[in-house]
């Protein structure tokens, strides 16, 4: 999965004393959810190009800019797509304050096809134990990953403790992101929001530890009986 924001154009590079200008938010979501797409249709046919060239770095900058025409807050992704061939992703990471935002942007999405399927935050991936994930020199398979889960079934909640063999070797940026970018995969970046509470590194696999799809098939499972135990305390 590969993020991007907007850059700055390398011929325009300010002061590095001088604070990056922030831009204005929009006072009207579903006007600048509107915006966007018109953009986006208008961009369509450059970003086809790109991605049948396999060059999607021709067009990151704009689309990053018209993400940010939205929101200056919301991250942009161009995936493989579950249903369609692409995925055009766009996320406020969980943020309370940028769901407005996200919400009109998907309400004002053309309708999926073939080539198109379109996400509001992260979807899971849908065998995360396939995939490895390039950090510097190392391939890190998540297929060794392994999770101390344990469950609040009061909450409805599941704090767990994520742990990779290679995860003593790595630098602290690098392991936190093997700590979170697995349960993302697995999970899809709501349900993860929504359902796990406290995420730590474990350096050494935990005693009962299971695999990234038990882990799955477990918050799931939570996330599946919660509305029926809020509706049978009524």
């Given at each position: 999965m590969r993020w991007f924001r907007r850059r700055r154009p390398e011929d325009e590079l300010p002061d590095p004393r001088?604070?990056?200008?922030?831009?204005?938010?929009?006072?009207?979501?579903?006007?600048?959810?509107?915006?966007f797409w018109r953009r986006w249709s208008a961009m369509l046919p450059e970003i086809s190009a790109a991605l049948g060239d396999r060059e999607p770095q021709r067009v990151e900058g704009e689309l990053a800019a018209a993400v940010a025409e939205l929101h200056p807050d919301l991250h942009v992704s161009l995936e493989r797509g579950q249903r369609a061939i692409y995925a055009l992703v766009v996320s406020g990471q969980e943020d309370p304050a940028l769901r407005p935002f996200t919400d009109a942007w998907k309400a004002a999405a053309p309708p999926e096809d073939a080539i198109w399927e379109y996400h509001d935050s992260v979807p899971p991936?849908?065998?995360?134990?396939?995939?490895?994930?390039?950090?510097?020199?190392?391939?890190?398979?998540?297929?060794?990953?392994?999770?101390?889960?344990?469950?609040?079934?009061?909450?409805?909640?599941?704090?767990?403790?994520?742990?990779?063999?290679?995860?003593?070797?790595l630098d602290a940026a690098a392991r936190s992101a093997m700590t979170f970018l697995p349960l993302d995969a697995t999970l899809g970046e709501r349900l993860a929001a929504e359902r796990l509470r406290r995420v730590e590194t474990a350096e050494t696999e935990p005693a009962g530890a299971i695999t990234l799809l038990e882990l799955r098939d477990l918050v799931r499972g939570l996330d599946e009986e919660r509305p029926e135990t809020v509706g049978g305390a009524d």
């Open positions: 001088t604070a990056w200008p922030e831009q204005a938010v929009p006072d009207d979501p579903v006007a600048a959810a509107e915006r991936v849908p065998d995360p134990t396939g995939v490895t994930v390039n950090l510097g020199t190392r391939s890190v398979a998540l297929a060794d990953v392994r999770v101390a889960a344990q469950v609040d079934e009061a909450e409805g909640v599941v704090d767990v403790a994520v742990h990779h063999p290679l995860l003593g070797e």
